[in-house]
Every structure is written in structure tokens, then in C-alpha cells.
């Protein structure tokens, strides 16, 4: 059956140069020169596809590409001038096949002729094979789930792969933004063609442009030989631009010519080279924000921005978390050539649906290879999957929070300090025991406090906490009256009153009053006073020491040796 095409075009000249090569293709075509005659054509005849120029004498060709869009799914490309681009690329949003510029190359215009005839070539093997078409396989095959946020991405998929427009896939990182970039190419009319993917972040900044559109021999130091660029190795397929929002900005300006004018020229050559590609481009980054930050050109966006197609999470797809975990294990399976494939079991599989996959798909197949390499049978339980349990987990959320909390109610605080003295004093006139409840309170904290030992500590002497010493200086006759029977205390009584010597010979800084060196030389001063406090305590002991500070014992050599503290310098 002869392929028959629909040419719209005001120029005379132009229509019977398109209808020629047409005509050497073996399709015949009709020639339209306004909007209305173009509408009465497509009426009155069944077309295999059209070519329309975008401005015509009575209307837009954009309404022709709107119409015949939203009525079949007949290619249409459109013919553009040079200059035009954003008309070109409101086209393809609206539905458009492909575009070329003006003025016509016809060898620029075979190849799109050809990419239309490969459509229509795929359009009739479906409908040769409604049940279930290679493509629909395919897609099934390769992007795996159900759930109801998938039946739309893969019915946009397949839309997406009979276009030519550029497409730009966002997503978090890990929910398959390149394996939705294969597949595109797979069903396209590209498909012979090579898929190269490229990372933008991973390229130097002073190899890029030789990376992108190749080099001549002798161009720089190194280029001993000639060199393809990505764009000529992908010419007549697709490529990938992953992480694009990492080009630099001297590279993006590239970039956007060679998009644009669909040609590039390596270095160290002198003319440029016309290349056939499909851009697909992708990045978890919001690349909106980028531009509006000005660390992304906005004219590159919209170009290579025309179509977006968002990639869902795998927190919004847990009904296809089983599906998937099979898939994986069957690959993990082929992969490490085990002797039984791995299987979950029902615990396990409900333990991974209520999991918070940060890491999405990729997450939940690496979370799969560690199970298999720690389950000793093909059965995965949960205790392989090293995923904590739920509701201990917020336990331990909530006494995390708890403890700071409480650790923060313990740091040394004047004004509030003052104020419980005041109110203590005033209740202790009132009724003496209240002071010794107070009192008795106070014992209890300071022996709870002691008990908390280092876990490698070999003895159990009990050494008081330097902050519990700053905090408890105002109200040491009242501590030392309730303890005078117990002997842990007197010993932290005694450790207060040296403290308290050491730190003595700091000048003393009374209200609205600072320090007369400083205050950088007033904390410094503070804090080797308390250290040597602590080494002194506990017998030039380092590890100790670290733990009565609430320090490390690798920050506290450090501070010593900063301060200039040595034990022979004390002795």
C-alpha cells in the first residue's frame, strides 16, 4: 500500500521541492497552501502523515497540529524559520512529531520522512496484534508494577517514544530515571540506533567539550589521534544527558547550539557536522529553582525541557514492593548463579512495605542483595533485611529526646539556679522540712549522677561531674549538711571545695563588668582550669578525666596540648 503524506506550505517553490524528494521516497502527497484548503484535505482524505509550515496566510499551523493530535495519531512535523524555536517547541508540547528548520535540507528532511514511516510501521504492527503488542511486553517486562500511579506513566511512555521531542525526566534519586530513558529509546523509531548515556557530573570541566563533540588530531597537547564526541556516537539514536544540572555554565551555551541547530563541530575542526539525535535528559536536583538561582541557563531549560515526565517515588508505590523484591531476586538469582532462587517471606515482605525507602528502587535492591548474602537457606526472614524494628525504633526516638531534654535541663544555668535557691530558701522559713526533702533530692541526683561508669572502666571509684561542681557551687552548705553520713558525698564535697581553689585564681568578673584580657584568654583560662581540676581528681587519669567533662579522650589530648597542660609541669 503506497504511503500518502499531506505538504502545507504557502511557498510554491518550497511544496514542490518536498513534494519531489517525497515522490523519489515512493509517497505520494497533496499539496495544501492555506489553513482551510490544508482542513479540506485532511477531511476529505487518510493521510499517513503531515508537514506543515507553522505560519500560514489565513491562521497558524499550530492550530493544524492541535487538531490533528487530538483527533489520531498520525504523525505531524512542522517546518520552521530560522529563529523560531520557541514555535517549534510549543509544537512538540502540543503534540508535533519533529521539526526542521528552514531554510529546507533535504537531507535533514529524508531522515525525518524516514523516522515518520518507522511510526507508522510500528502503529500497524499494534493493531496487527491488539491483545498484547512487543511494545506493550516490553514495557511490562522491563518497568515493573501495577500500582495506580504506573498504568499513566507507562500510557505516557509510549507516547513519549513515537515523538522526537526532548524529554526531561525528574525524580529522586534512585526511582529509574535511566531505566526510563532505555526504554524510550527501545520503543522509539530510534531503537537501531546507539543509546549512549552520558553523566554530566562525573566529566572534568576541561574535558567536556572534547567529550561532547570530539577532537582533531594534534588539536591540544594529547590529541594524538581524532576523536568522536558523544553527540557523533549517538547520531541516528538517543542521547542521555544524566545529572544535567551539573554542566557548567560555559558548557551549557554549547550545548543549547548544538540542540538547537542540531550540528556540531569538534575541536580543531573548521566546519560543522550535522548530526541526527534525540535528547533525553534527567536530574533529581529542581532545575526550575536553578534557573531562578541563575546557576542554569533558562534558555537551555525550555529546550531541553519540552516535554517533563515526573517519576514517581517508591514510598507512593508500595503495592508493586513485592513485584519488584521478586524481580530482584530473580536477577540477584541469575547474577550469582545460585542453585535455588531467593524468596521472601511474609513477614519480610510486609516489613519492606512499611519501610521508608530514601534511596527508593535502588535502596530496596541493595537492601535485597545484603539479605541474600546473610540468609544462610533461600528463605529471607526479617532479621536478614537488618531493618530496625518499628515500634522500638520510635522508643528509642522518644528516650533520645527524653535524655536531651533531660541533659539540657542539667547544664548550668545562673539565673534559673538563683531563682530555685530564692524560692528554697524562702519555702525552708516557712517549713523546715521542706529543706530536707530538698536536700534529700539533691543526694539522690548526685548519687545517680556517679553511678553512670564508663563501660571501660576496670574500677569503681566515683568521680563527681564537672558540670554537677559549676552548678552546684551556690548551694554547697545545704549539700554538704543533708550527706554528712554518707561518704560518697563528702568525697564530692571535698572535690567541689578543690574545684573551687583551682578555679580562684580567675579574676572575678562582677555585673556589667568584662574581662580585662579579653574574652577569648578568659575561656581558654576557664577551661584549662578545669581540666587540671579533672586530671587532678582522677590521678592525671586521661580517659577518665575525658568522661568527668563529657568529652572524648582524643578532644581532650587535644585541648591539653593546646593549653599547654602537662602533668610534669603540675606536679
Not at 291 to 298: K, L, P, T, W
Given at each position: 500500500?503506497?504511503t500518502?503524506?499531506?505538504?502545507?506550505?504557502?511557498?510554491?517553490?518550497l511544496?514542490r521541492?518536498?513534494?519531489?524528494?517525497?515522490?523519489?521516497?515512493?509517497?505520494?502527497?497533496d499539496?495544501?497552501?492555506?489553513?482551510?484548503?490544508?482542513?479540506?484535505?485532511?477531511?476529505?482524505?487518510?493521510?499517513?502523515?503531515?508537514?506543515?509550515?507553522?505560519?500560514l496566510?489565513?491562521?497558524?499551523?499550530?492550530?493544524l497540529?492541535k487538531?490533528?493530535?487530538?483527533?489520531?495519531?498520525?504523525?505531524?512535523?512542522?517546518?520552521?524559520?530560522?529563529?523560531?524555536?520557541?514555535?517549534?517547541?510549543e509544537?512538540?508540547?502540543?503534540?508535533?512529531?519533529d521539526?526542521?528548520?528552514?531554510?529546507?535540507?533535504?537531507?535533514?528532511?529524508?531522515?525525518?520522512v524516514?523516522?515518520?514511516?518507522?511510526?507508522?510501521?510500528?502503529?500497524?504492527?499494534v493493531?496487527?496484534?491488539?491483545?498484547?503488542?512487543?511494545?506493550?511486553?516490553?514495557?511490562?517486562?522491563?518497568?515493573?508494577g501495577?500500582?495506580?500511579?504506573?498504568?499513566?506513566?507507562?500510557?505516557?511512555?509510549?507516547?513519549l517514544?513515537?515523538?522526537?521531542?526532548?524529554?526531561?525526566?525528574?525524580g529522586?534519586?534512585?526511582?529509574g530515571k535511566e531505566?526510563?530513558?532505555?526504554l524510550?529509546?527501545?520503543?522509539?523509531p530510534?531503537?537501531?540506533?546507539s543509546?549512549?548515556?552520558?553523566?554530566c557530573g562525573?566529566?572534568?570541566?576541561?574535558?567536556?567539550?572534547?567529550?561532547?563533540?570530539g577532537?582533531?588530531?594534534?588539536?591540544f597537547t594529547g590529541?594524538?589521534?581524532?576523536?568522536?564526541?558523544?553527540?557523533?556516537q549517538?547520531n541516528?539514536?538517543?542521547?542521555f544527558?544524566d545529572?544535567?544540572?551539573?554542566?557548567?555554565?560555559?558548557?551549557?551555551?554549547?550545548?543549547?547550539?548544538?540542540?538547537?541547530?542540531?550540528?556540531?563541530?569538534?575541536?580543531?575542526?573548521?566546519?560543522?557536522?550535522p548530526v541526527?539525535i534525540?535528547?533525553?535528559?534527567a536530574?533529581?536536583k529542581?532545575?526550575s529553582?536553578l534557573?531562578?538561582?541563575?546557576?542554569?541557563?533558562?534558555d537551555?531549560?525550555?529546550?531541553?525541557?519540552?516535554?517533563?515526565?515526573?517519576?514517581?517515588?517508591?514510598?507512593?508505590?508500595?503495592?508493586?514492593?513485592?513485584?519488584?523484591?521478586?524481580h530482584?531476586?530473580?536477577?540477584?538469582?541469575?547474577?550469582?548463579q545460585l542453585?535455588?532462587?531467593?524468596?521472601?517471606?511474609?513477614?519480610?515482605?510486609?516489613?519492606?512495605?512499611?519501610?521508608?525507602?530514601?534511596?527508593?528502587?535502588?535502596?530496596?535492591?541493595?537492601?535485597?542483595?545484603?539479605?541474600?548474602?546473610?540468609?544462610?537457606?533461600?528463605?529471607?526472614?526479617?532479621s536478614h533485611?537488618?531493618?530496625?524494628?518499628?515500634?522500638?525504633?520510635?522508643a528509642?526516638?522518644?528516650?533520645?529526646?527524653?535524655?536531651?531534654a533531660?541533659?539540657?535541663s542539667e547544664?548550668?544555668?545562673?539565673?534559673?539556679e538563683?531563682?530555685?535557691?530564692?524560692q528554697?530558701?524562702?519555702q525552708?522559713?516557712?517549713?523546715?522540712?521542706?529543706v530536707?526533702?530538698?536536700?534529700?533530692?539533691?543526694?539522690t541526683?548526685?548519687?545517680?549522677?556517679?553511678?553512670?561508669?564508663?563501660p571501660?572502666?576496670?574500677?569503681?571509684n566515683?568521680?563527681?561531674s564537672?558540670?554537677?561542681?559549676?552548678?552546684?557551687?551556690?548551694?554547697?552548705?545545704s549539700?554538704n549538711?543533708?550527706?554528712?553520713?554518707?561518704?560518697?558525698?563528702?568525697?564530692?564535697s571535698?572535690a567541689?571545695?578543690?574545684?573551687?581553689?583551682?578555679?580562684?585564681?580567675?579574676?572575678?568578673?562582677?555585673?556589667?563588668?568584662?574581662?580585662?584580657?579579653?574574652?577569648?584568654?578568659?575561656?581558654?583560662e576557664?577551661e584549662?582550669?578545669?581540666?587540671?581540676?579533672?586530671?587532678k581528681?582522677?590521678?592525671?587519669?586521661k580517659?577518665?578525666?575525658?568522661?568527668l567533662l563529657?568529652?572524648?579522650?582524643?578532644?581532650?589530648?587535644?585541648?591539653?596540648?593546646?593549653?599547654?597542660i602537662?602533668?610534669?609541669?603540675?606536679d
Open positions: 500500500m503506497t500518502t503524506a499531506l505538504v502545507v506550505d504557502d511557498e510554491v517553490d511544496c521541492l518536498m513534494q519531489i524528494t517525497l515522490t523519489k521516497m515512493g509517497i505520494k502527497s499539496v495544501a497552501y492555506t489553513l482551510s484548503q490544508a482542513r479540506t484535505f485532511w477531511q476529505d482524505n487518510d493521510y499517513d502523515f503531515c508537514l506543515t509550515d507553522l505560519k496566510p489565513d491562521g497558524s499551523g499550530l492550530e497540529v487538531e490533528i493530535s487530538n483527533s489520531s495519531n498520525i504523525p505531524i512535523a512542522v517546518i520552521t524559520a530560522h529563529g523560531s524555536m520557541d514555535l517549534a517547541i509544537a512538540l508540547k502540543l503534540g508535533a512529531f521539526f526542521v528548520n528552514k531554510p529546507l535540507e533535504l537531507p535533514r528532511l529524508r531522515q525525518l524516514e523516522n515518520a514511516l518507522k511510526v507508522i510501521h510500528q502503529d500497524n504492527e493493531q496487527a496484534a491488539p491483545e498484547c503488542s512487543p511494545e506493550q511486553k516490553m514495557l511490562d517486562s522491563r518497568l515493573i501495577n500500582s495506580a500511579v504506573m498504568h499513566p506513566l507507562k500510557n505516557t511512555i509510549l507516547k517514544a513515537r515523538s522526537q521531542a526532548p524529554v526531561f525526566l525528574s529522586a534519586s534512585g526511582t531505566v526510563v530513558a532505555r524510550i529509546h527501545d520503543l522509539s530510534r531503537r537501531d540506533g543509546f549512549v548515556p552520558v553523566n562525573a566529566i572534568p570541566s576541561e574535558l567536556m567539550e572534547s567529550e561532547f563533540f577532537h582533531k588530531k594534534g588539536s590529541a594524538v589521534a581524532d576523536k568522536q564526541g558523544l553527540f557523533q549517538a541516528g539514536g538517543t542521547l544527558l545529572e544535567v544540572a551539573d554542566l557548567p555554565l560555559a558548557m551549557q551555551v554549547k550545548l543549547l547550539r548544538a540542540i538547537q541547530e542540531k550540528t556540531v563541530r569538534a575541536i580543531g575542526d573548521t566546519k560543522e557536522v541526527d534525540r535528547i533525553l535528559s536530574t533529581h529542581d532545575l529553582q534557573v531562578q538561582d541563575g546557576a542554569f541557563r533558562q537551555l531549560y525550555y529546550r531541553i525541557n519540552v516535554i517533563e515526565l515526573k517519576l514517581p517515588t517508591l514510598n507512593t508505590r508500595r503495592d508493586d514492593i513485592p513485584v519488584l523484591a521478586d530482584f531476586l530473580a536477577m540477584i538469582s541469575n547474577d550469582w542453585e535455588s532462587p531467593p524468596s521472601l517471606t511474609m513477614e519480610a515482605c510486609e516489613r519492606l512495605q512499611r519501610h521508608d525507602f530514601a534511596g527508593n528502587v535502588r535502596e530496596l535492591r541493595n537492601l535485597l542483595e545484603r539479605a541474600v548474602t546473610l540468609a544462610e537457606t533461600s528463605y529471607i526472614d526479617v533485611l537488618g531493618l530496625p524494628d518499628i515500634e522500638p525504633e520510635l528509642n526516638i522518644q528516650e533520645q529526646n527524653h535524655s536531651s533531660i541533659d539540657s547544664l548550668p544555668d545562673r539565673n534559673v538563683n531563682h530555685i535557691d530564692v528554697s530558701t524562702g525552708s522559713t516557712k517549713n523546715g522540712e521542706q530536707i526533702q530538698s536536700s534529700s533530692n539533691t543526694t541526683q548526685v548519687e545517680q549522677r556517679q553511678t553512670n561508669l564508663h571501660y572502666r576496670t574500677n569503681t566515683h568521680y563527681p564537672m558540670v554537677q561542681h559549676s552548678s552546684a557551687s551556690n548551694n554547697s552548705s549539700t549538711v543533708a550527706n554528712t553520713h554518707d561518704e560518697e558525698s563528702l568525697l564530692a571535698t567541689q571545695q578543690e574545684t573551687s581553689k583551682d578555679i580562684s585564681g580567675l579574676p572575678e568578673l562582677f555585673d556589667g563588668q568584662l574581662p580585662p584580657q579579653g574574652l577569648e584568654h578568659y575561656l581558654q576557664q584549662k582550669q578545669l581540666i587540671i581540676t579533672a586530671l581528681q582522677t590521678g592525671w587519669n580517659t577518665q578525666a575525658a568522661e563529657g568529652t572524648t579522650f582524643r578532644s581532650l589530648r587535644y585541648r591539653m596540648k593546646k593549653l599547654g602537662s602533668e610534669d609541669a603540675f
